[in-house]
Structure formats: structure tokens, C-alpha cells
């Protein structure tokens, strides 16, 4: 039910959805994930089954001006009001206005930021990211998180087998397994990734071998749901007829091939060898960090850790 | 003061560093999301300036004895706790806990679930993702975010122009202007992506000017800071003796190649031009995204819908 083309936009609210409004000073993606996760929870009455409900982002909001006539039309369509705004006066005005016209208001930032405050010692800047003036340096890890991408991008499907030695991850595993996607997401948080497919009956490369063996992993999946994503696949690429790729989805070819890989993990028990089915690519990429992270500190209890 | 190699991950608590716990039955991202942005307000006294902050993420904790062993953690290192647990019983759990040692704790999510429960007047299931029995089949958002990802990667740094009618989007700018990362940060947002180098004295490929001209979008930066990102960069690749690249990070060079890019901007008026110079990949993305959406749908107020 989600409208054709680019990110699943639409601008047509469905008379029976319920409205959600997302205020930000700043990008507004910390209330979208917030709210998106929280979503979670609704999953089994979402659309197609009973409570459509349309979610609308508004960014850089820093001003009342914006921010109240946002309140006057989320008024106008029921809707709640969530907002993440770091000028306390701001954050106050959303508050009464929503008060004002009824409307059930959260403020997602407002209490962890609170809690970190006195955890500190310190009080918060009160200044919205963008703010004038608030010029931050280009950090290492922007150079970083950089050149985790453009690194993941170069090795994708295989390619410059010769550079895996400087990858931090390596991910093996079958086509469609979602090396790709999982390669980038976490390219995103900095790692450096090369991904390397498996095909029946060719070699992988050598180095592959070669290189410290805690850094790879093994994807693998159901053999049924395989089937269904390559099939999908196909139709995409408009395979279905084509000679080559004519076994790519047929299922004895699906579990060959998956059992080829099986053997290839078993002969290199020290990959770890993760199950990717009915996981998006986020929770995927959660348990490779937890593993890889273990591997790394060995703690007594598996987590990643950061500086701020 | 972050780490070496990747994520910017360290497992040495400096003993001066305040400890924030994140737990989640998930995969934490949210937990970890919202402290970030949280960070944010408390930027002026963080690391090298007197109140570093150190944050542990543990995921996919889904039962109360591993939740209580965190909490008990926590207690010795006198760290703060968010959460995001969704059963109801943990959530309560891991309040109770940190109650009784003493804690400050906060409950991410919800305060935001229980304004959306009432608001669509639905309960929460109470189940974490990965839930045994909560099989999700692939929707299509999945595999549209998955090809706008395969499609962005094989469009990178100018391949491929008989491609850009394809594209949702399409950016255009000098080298190290973060075309590059951008265009990752917007494929996973599910848009099918295409970036094009500007160069001077290269012609563009006569397909960008035969798309409609509403998808290009122009990026310019500050020449100052485009030097040091360039001069960072050429370092990384080795670049400073080569021939070929001796101008690329010379000032001259680079103010006349970012006047080169604004003649061909000027040239092309529909095309939005945005400043990067100083904001983070993500920044400059709502900014794209804002403008596509209004370009796309013109509402009165600039807003990005979904439909759950
Ligand atoms: N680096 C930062 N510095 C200051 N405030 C920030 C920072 N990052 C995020 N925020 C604030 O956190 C909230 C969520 O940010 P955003 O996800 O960009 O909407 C907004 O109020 C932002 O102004
Ligand atoms: N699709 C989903 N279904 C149910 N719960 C979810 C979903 N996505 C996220 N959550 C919950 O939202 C919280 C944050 O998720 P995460 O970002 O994975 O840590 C956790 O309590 C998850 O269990
Ligand atoms: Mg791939
Ligand atoms: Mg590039």
C-alpha cells in the first residue's frame, strides 16, 4: 500500500489513516527511527490491516513561527504531535500549542537529554545542530566513515580480492544473501567491508584464505526464502529467460548451492556463520557487530562500546 | 581520542569518563540514535574538553537475567541506563533494577508507544522484533530499498550515464564534495541515486541535461574547506608526488574548479545548488529530501509522508 517510486512516499492521506506529525530543529531522523521502531509494536494492525497510519516529517523547524502553524494543521487533521527540538523555549512552545488545540504531544529527546545532564554535571547547549556558529571541526571519524564507504563500494561482489586483507569484515555467502546492503550499512558506521560471493563449483578467491580468519562471516538463509527473493530477482533483471541463469531460482539448484557453502563454512569452522532469514539488514548487522566486537575485547558480556 | 581502526570502538574505559548503558531487546540502533543526537547538546564539554562520555550498547537482550547481570555492570562503573524493551515486564525490570542500585535510568521508547497506542487506540503487542512468531514476509519496501542500494553503488563517481534517467536523484558536484556518501545515505532511505563529478575542463555527460532537470541537485562548498578535505584525502591516497594530482588540493585550483562548477549551476537554474560546508552527510541529506518532496508533491509546508 505504499505509493509507487522513490521511498516509499506519498502525500495522499487516506482518510482512515491516523496522522502522525514529527517536528525537528534538526533533520528530523532520530524522531523518524524513533517513531518508526515504536511503530513496531503496531505491526499487527498496520496497513492492509486495519490502522493505516501516515507519518509526516517536518525538518529544520527553528523557528514558532513554522513550528505553530505545524501544530494548526496537525490540529486540523487529528493529528499527534512528536518533535525533537533543542531550544527549551521552542520545545515548550510545541508543548502548549499542542495543549492549546488538544493534541497529545511527546518530546522525544527532552528526557534522556535531561538524564544526561545531571549524569554530567552539565547543562545542555540549548542550540540545535546547524546552529549558527556551532562550526565543528571535521573529525576523524567523518574521514573515517568516508572512507569506509567509498572502501565498501570498491569491494563489492568480489571485486580487488587482493585488498581483503584490508578490510575490517568480510561477508561470505551466496547471491541474495544480502552481502550488498549489509556490506553498506555497516561501511555506515565506519567499518570497512568487502563482500564475497559464493557461487557453486567456483573457487573463491585465495586470499580469501589468507587473511585473519575472526574477520569473516558466513551469511546463510532458508532455502525457501532464497528461492523467493531470487525469484523476485529475476523478474527484475528480466532473467527468466536467459540460458545462464535459467537454474538461479529452481530449488534444487538453490539448495545445491546453499549446501556448497555449507561446506565451505564447515572447512572454516572459525567463521562465525549467521542466519539471515526473516532478519532485516539492521538486525543482521547487529549480531556481525556484537560477534565481531566479542572477538575483538573479549568481554564477559558481548557490546559495542564508543567514545563521545 | 576515539580509537584506532574501525567504528571508532574501544573497550578502555578512561577512568575520568562518565558510562552510559544502552539496552535493547533489539538492535539497539534506536537507543543508540537518540543518545547521539542527545550528545549533541552537550558537544561544548565533550571529548578534549573535559567530559568525555562513554557509551556501551548491548543488544538483543530478551530475558531478565542477562537484563539484571547489565544493570549490576552498570551499578560498578556508576553508569546511566537507557533502554528500549519492548515487553512490558522487562521494561519494568530493568526499572525496578536500577531503582534499587541507585541508577538514573530512562525508557526510550515508551513514552512515544503509549501516546501512539492511544492515539490509534490499539495496545502495544508487547513483542521485541526478531520475536519468535512475528514472521514478517519480505515487503516490497525491502526490496526496493535493496535495489535502490545495488543501483546507487553501480552509478557511483559518474559510471554508467546512459543510466541517469533511471535515477531518483541525481547530484552533481566537485570531487569531494561527499557526492559519494550522500548518495549511500539517500539509497538506503530506498531512492535509486546517480552522482556525477564535476571536473573542470571534463565535458558532463549529455544525458544529465536530457533528465528532467527537477531530480539534479548541485553541491558547492566553502574552497577553504574543500582544500583540507582534499588535502586530507590526498594524503590517504599517497597523492602528494604524483603529477597528474599536484593541483587538486592547490588553492588556485580549487577556487577555479568550484567557479567552473557554479558557471555550469547558473547555466542549469532549476537545479537546486546546496552548501555542505559544515554539515554532516545526513544534514545535507534532509535537505535534498525536503526539496525533492516539495518539488515532487508542492505542499504548502515541506514535509516528507509515509504511509505504515
Ligand atoms: N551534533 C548535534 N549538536 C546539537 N544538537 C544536535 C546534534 N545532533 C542532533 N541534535 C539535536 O537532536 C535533535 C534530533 O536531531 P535530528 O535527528 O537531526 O532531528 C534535534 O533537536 C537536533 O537539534
Ligand atoms: N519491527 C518491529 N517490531 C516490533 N518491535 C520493534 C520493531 N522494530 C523495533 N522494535 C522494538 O523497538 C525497540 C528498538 O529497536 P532497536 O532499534 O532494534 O533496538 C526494541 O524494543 C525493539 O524490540
Ligand atoms: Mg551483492
Ligand atoms: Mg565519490
Chains 1, 2 share one sequence.
Not at 569491494?155 to 553498506?184: C, E
Not at 556463520?273 to 539488514?281: D, L, M, P
Amino acid at each position: 500500500a505504499t505509493a509507487a517510486g522513490a521511498g516509499a512516499d506519498t502525500d495522499v492521506a487516506a482518510s482512515s489513516s491516523k496522522s502522525i506529525y514529527m517536528i525537528s530543529d534538526g533533520t528530523g531522523w532520530t524522531a523518524e527511527h524513533s517513531v518508526s521502531a515504536a511503530l513496531g509494536q503496531f505491526e499487527h494492525c498496520l496497513v492492509d490491516r486495519g490502522c493505516p497510519v501516515q507519518t509526516h516529517l517536518f525538518s529544520g523547524i527553528d523557528d514558532v513561527e513554522p513550528l505553530m502553524e505545524i501544530v494548526k494543521q496537525a490540529a486540523k487533521e487529528g493529528a499527534m504531535v512528536v518533535y525533537t527540538l533543542a531550544d527549551p523555549s521552542m520545545a515548550e512552545a510545541a508543548k502548549q500549542a499542542c495543549k492549546l488545540w488538544g493534541l497529545p504531544s511527546t518530546d522525544i529527546l527532552g528526557p534522556i537529554t535531561e538524564a544526561i545532564a545531571s549524569h554530567l554535571r552539565v547543562s545542555p547547549s540549548g542550540l540545535p545542530r546547524g546552529a549558527p556558529g556551532r562550526n565543528i571541526p571535521l573529525s576523524d571519524e567523518y574521514f573515517r566513515r568516508i572512507e569506509a564507504i567509498e572502501f565498501t563500494i570498491k569491494q563489492d561482489d568480489g571485486a580487488l580480492p587482493q585488498n581483503l586483507h584490508k578490510a575490517d569484515i568480510i561477508l561470505a555467502g551466496v547471491s541474495r544473501t544480502g552481502k550488498t546492503p549489509l556490506s553498506i550499512y555497516l561501511a555506515q558506521k565506519g567499518y570497512k567491508v568487502a563482500n564475497v560471493p559464493i557461487v557453486m563449483g567456483v573457487d573463491l578467491p585465495k586470499t580469501l584464505f589468507q587473511v585473519d580468519p575472526e574477520k569473516v562471516f558466513g551469511l546463510t538463509i532458508n532455502p525457501l526464502v532464497l528461492q523467493t527473493i531470487r525469484r523476485a530477482r529475476a523478474k527484475t533483471l528480466g532473467f527468466t529467460t536467459e540460458v545462464g541463469n535459467i537454474n538461479y531460482s529452481e530449488m534444487s539448484y538453490v539448495r545445491r548451492e546453499l549446501e556448497f557453502a555449507g561446506r565451505i563454512f564447515s572447512q572454516n569452522p572459525v567463521w562465525p556463520v549467521i542466519e539471515v532469514t526473516g532478519k532485516a539488514i539492521e538486525e543482521t548487522a547487529a549480531v556481525v557487530l556484537r560477534l565481531y566486537q566479542d572477538r575483538k575485547h573479549r568481554c564477559t558480556m558481548p557490546r559495542i562500546s564508543k567514545r563521545y
